[in-house]
Antibody, heavy 122, light 107 residues
């Protein structure tokens, strides 16, 4: 079973860049789509985008397209989300999650990382 | 984009009560609807997938039903540990979306 371990909490200034990671364990990492989910303070869950580690096929939710870049290095079982210029509104907890089957459609997130808190403040 | 609307937003409940949370989709999503539980300072946890399929390790008091646009999560005989926020999620079409959440407070 895949387990997901995310990188540690970050405190950044507006305008700075960041690459956040999600490392998977287990043999199936490359065969299951990974999603990145944002949770702003006191708010609900928002899917930012998804990526298939096997071939880096990536789909972005409209609100996040152009705002973040999702990538993967399957050789080290690690997915990433990165920002080129952070804003205060990026302050949130970010989760990576793995779908329960090899598809992203008609399937649920059954494995979640522990979350990474990002604070962007001057 | 498919909008998922949960009700209620908040409910204060006592142990052993039966709780029903609904999730309505803005268009038909078949059975591609999943439920998660999120306790404070924890990651979400999958409770029910495909509207009604149980998940190994999840207590049997949690059940789901529905198809198309209307879905229900039922918690029978609520326990104190069930105080959490519950989210529905549709994976029928991109962008996949979540409901706004339902917070259950245990009295």
């Amino acid at each position: 079973e895949v387990q997901l371990l995310q990188s540690g909490a970050e405190v950044k200034k507006p305008g700075e860049s960041l690459k956040m990671s999600c490392k998977g364990s287990g043999d199936n990492f490359a065969r299951k789509w990974i999603g990145w989910v944002r949770q702003m303070p006191g708010k609900g869950l928002e899917l930012m985008g998804i990526i298939f580690p096997g071939d880096s096929d990536t789909r972005y939710s409209p609100s996040f397209k152009g705002q973040v870049t999702i990538s993967v290095d399957k050789s080290i079982n690690t997915a990433y989300v990165q920002w080129s210029s952070l804003q205060a509104s990026d302050t949130a907890i970010y989760y990576c999650a793995s779908y329960s089957s090899g598809n992203y459609w008609d399937t649920a997130f059954d494995i979640w990382g522990q979350g990474t808190m990002l604070i962007v403040s001057s | 984009e498919i909008v998922l609307t949960q009700s209620p937003d908040f409910q204060s409940v006592t142990p052993k009560e039966k709780v029903t949370i609904t999730c309505r989709a803005s268009q038909s999503i078949g059975s591609s609807l999943h439920w998660y539980q999120q306790k404070p300072d924890q990651s979400p946890k999958l409770l029910i997938k495909y509207a009604s399929q149980s998940i190994s390790g999840v207590p049997s008091r949690f059940s789901g039903s529905g198809s198309g646009t209307d879905f229900t999560l039922t918690i029978n005989s609520l326990e104190a540990e069930d105080g959490a926020t519950y989210y529905c999620h549709q994976s029928s079409s991109l962008p996949q979306t979540f409901g706004q959440g339902t917070k259950l407070e245990i009295k």
